[in-house]
């Protein structure tokens, strides 16, 4: 059985960053504007360039597959809804202690920037500490996330664009 690289691992807990959860437990009320951000970026086709410890990590999801590549491997796609989404965030924990930093520029876009601490208990990354970049559109545009994985510091930082995303050619 092959053992997956603690920055996969990483990477999903980027995923669940950008997502900012839809969780079981719920959110403190601190937190709403990041779960909405969350559930629209569920329903919107997004392209997410990663990095996790420096190593890059590729998401594009188009609301009927999500393919990743990591460390600039090759693609791999399965099929998943936007419903498929929510209902893997709601299972993975919450966001608490939400609040705005500041606004700032993203890709010639204002965004208020939230920090908020994330709590997934029982996964490999049980808290995290997150700074979300949010538009005036209530999509996510970035995020940086620094959390523990196997008693190890791991720094993250995602970028997400939303502007003609396709499968990537050649993905299975």
């Not at 208990?121 to 996330?145: C, E, H």
């Amino acid at each position: 059985m092959k053992t997956l690289n603690p920055i996969f691992f990483i990477a999903v807990a980027a995923l669940a960053g950008i997502f900012a959860t839809l969780p079981a437990h719920a959110d403190d009320a601190s937190c709403k504007p990041v779960s909405d951000a969350a559930a629209k970026l569920a329903r919107t086709p997004y392209h997410e360039v990663s990095t996790a410890d420096g190593k890059p990590f590729e998401k594009i999801f188009t609301t009927t597959t999500l393919s990743m590549r990591i460390n600039n491997g090759k693609w791999m796609t399965m099929p998943m809804t936007p419903q498929e989404v929510l209902d893997a965030m709601r299972e993975t924990g919450s966001y608490s202690n939400c609040k705005v930093l500041r606004t700032e520029i993203v890709d010639g876009q204002p965004a208020t920037v939230y920090a908020a601490h994330r709590t997934s208990p029982g996964t490999s990354v049980p808290n995290q500490d997150d700074q979300i970049w949010i538009a005036a559109n209530g999509l996510t545009l970035k995020t940086v996330s620094d959390s523990q994985v196997n008693g190890r510091k791991v720094h993250a930082e995602s970028h997400v664009t939303y502007d003609n995303v396709h499968a990537p050619a050649g993905a299975h």
